[in-house]
């Protein structure tokens, strides 16, 4: 443990030599309880669960002494001279304090818990349409392809039907529990509850009123683009559409209705125009999942950021193993010792999982820009930044004239005409647009839990009246308080917070606007250089000016971090506006010619 430095009179300097102690044995002890954490994530059995737990309560144990031998010293640690000395402060405190809320046996409870749900999630196997004997289909990659594929009705809701109730069902039981114990925790650092304090990283006592206006002022947009959806899919299911104007939630092309990309050809506006799906030349060109990966990092070194290190070529685990369960859902992971990062993802060749491979790179390069940050301020500047960084990138990468760059497109195809376009940003929109209500609610969800807004008896209800208010879809046949329809997305049993991705589909934009100015590849008055064409490719300015902002971390507020990296403090959803501006403005017209109204009954 950290000792005593009684016998020093300066209080900074006193308070610099325990920090810079704290910051060597903390990135100790992070790398033994990543480790531990990555082993039972790329092979789930009994015994590397055991590891992981026991090194996730050392790590709990670790912060909890620390912070009572620290705080003994620094009765005052407010009142420091030195701002970013406070704010180590206080971020340790609070670190600190969580540690200490529970009693080791109440703590291995709750870990225990966590862990159960994890594992009920990620290893649950679910019974084929054509053959209800054969129950070992896995979400990743079986269950996701035929969500993506199948156009028949009754296959989609018998998936989604399997998918909820052999996930969420079997989770239930554990969630109010894990609701309790998160209470418990947060109140004994001083917070309301457990949502309160997962807001305490956005640093602001406005941040739920700040999102509910941003979200204000994009569902126009998002009830457009519900309507033309409802029209075109009104088509393929005629029996399926009705006078509510919800959309079932089954026949949008993902299990959970956050991303409706793969109906894209359903609704594509202009079908005989070049579609930018890009994965059947991947293929045709032997495109696998490591150079995926060599490609996005060479994205990434063409505008002057860090190369991957050698660790994280020789440790990632890029596919899915055949020999062994893993949690599949993608992860970016940092070991702490500043020089060992990896990423865990069941990758297959497409178009869809190129952006992903995108966004997890991002993570890493934004670990490897602020490696050298105290472990306490090796973190986004809010958690939306994170999630933010390999989405912007990723902004240039799916364009048509990048993907004609790097040999994906023939560069005969027309992109840039008027109808590519609005095909190109509708397609976009299925992924961006389409996002956002879902990102919004799935913590406004837990909030409402955590407070008591929300009882245990009212879990699926509730659940289900925000995807109908905000989404404005429903379930494929009636759900009671049996199911937990919640409990079968990765993220609510998983214990992480989601607000950060809602974040992050409104910042991405602006950190994408700031970098095309800096680029030199957007000019808002030039017809030639619209926002959504920008590709900041090789542009070492634009990486300098991304780098600038990553490699400060928590160090400072983000709304001064998110300055330096657009010139503005605050999120604003403007820039996404911009983006979308030709499609938002089609969409209107065709909605009219369609007779649709925006808007449903919820």
Request: charged share 25%.
């Amino acid at each position: 443990m950290i000792g005593s430095f009684s016998d020093r009179n300066d209080l900074e300097t006193k308070a610099r030599l325990i920090l810079d102690e704290y910051n060597r044995q903390s990135s100790e002890v992070c790398f033994k309880s990543a480790s531990a954490n990555w082993n039972y994530a790329v092979n789930i059995n009994d015994d590397n669960e055991k590891i992981k737990l026991r090194e996730s309560l050392e790590n709990v144990k670790f912060q909890k002494e620390s912070w009572k031998n620290i705080s003994s010293q620094f009765k005052t640690r407010d009142s420091f001279k030195d701002a970013v000395l406070n704010r180590m402060f206080q971020k340790i405190s609070i670190t600190g304090m969580s540690a200490a809320a529970l009693p080791e046996e109440r703590l291995k409870e709750f870990q225990q818990i966590k862990s159960t749900m994890t594992k009920i999630y990620s290893t649950a196997k679910t019974c084929a349409y054509e053959d209800r004997s054969r129950c070992n289909l896995s979400l990743d990659p079986d269950v996701t392809q035929i969500m993506k594929e199948s156009r028949d009705e009754k296959k989609l809701r018998h998936a989604w039907l399997e998918w909820h109730d052999k996930s969420g069902v079997e989770i239930r039981k554990f969630y109010k529990p894990y609701v309790d114990f998160s209470n418990e925790i947060a109140r004994t650092t001083n917070f309301s509850d457990a949502g309160a304090f997962w807001l305490r990283e956005y640093e602001s006592d406005t941040i739920k009123e700040d999102i509910e206006q941003l979200w204000q002022t994009l569902k126009p947009f998002y009830q457009q683009m519900h309507a033309y959806v409802r029209a075109k899919l009104g088509e393929t299911y005629k029996d399926q559409i009705t006078e509510d104007g919800l959309i079932p939630a089954h026949l949008l092309g993902n299990m959970w209705a956050q991303s409706w990309e793969h109906i894209y050809p359903l609704v594509v506006p202009f079908p005989e125009k070049a579609s930018i799906d890009v994965t059947e030349q991947m293929k045709q060109q032997g495109y696998t999942p490591l150079k995926m990966f060599q490609i996005s990092d060479e994205f990434f070194t063409s505008l002057g950021l860090i190369p991957m290190p050698p660790e994280f070529w020789k440790e990632s685990l890029l596919e899915k193993p055949k020999d062994r369960e893993v949690v599949c859902h993608a992860s970016a992971w940092d070991f702490c010792n500043g020089k060992d990062f990896r990423i865990k993802q069941c990758t297959v060749v497409t178009t869809e999982q190129l952006v992903t491979v995108h966004h997890e790179m991002g993570h890493v390069q934004y670990y490897l820009q602020y490696k050298d940050q105290p472990l306490v301020f090796r973190r986004g500047a809010n958690p939306g930044f994170h999630e933010a960084v390999g989405d912007t990138l990723a902004l240039s990468v799916t364009t048509p004239k990048h993907l004609k760059e790097i040999g994906l497109l023939d560069e005969s195809t027309p992109t840039d005409d008027y109808q590519t376009s609005i095909n190109f940003l509708l397609g976009m929109a299925l992924k961006k647009i389409v996002f956002l209500p879902f990102g919004y609610l799935i913590d406004k969800y837990r909030w409402d839990i955590f407070d008591g807004t929300v009882k245990e008896t009212e879990y699926n209800a509730y659940w289900w009246k925000l995807r109908k208010e905000y989404q404005g879809v429903k379930p494929p046949s009636v759900r009671t308080e049996e199911h937990f329809d919640a409990g079968a997305k990765f993220h609510v049993p998983a214990d992480v917070e989601y607000l950060r991705y809602f974040v992050s589909n409104v910042i991405q934009f602006q950190f994408h606007r700031s970098l095309c100015k800096e680029a030199g590849q957007y000019d808002a008055q030039d017809p030639l250089k619209p926002l959504h064409n920008c590709d900041i490719y090789r542009s070492k300015a634009a990486g300098a000016k991304l780098a600038a902002g990553l490699a400060m971390g928590s160090s400072r507020p983000w709304p001064e971090v998110m300055k330096v990296m657009t010139g503005q403090e605050k999120m604003d959803a403007s820039a996404i506006r911009e983006y979308f501006k030709p499609l938002e403005d089609w969409l209107v017209l065709e909605n009219a010619k369609l007779a649709q109204t925006p808007g449903w009954q919820s």
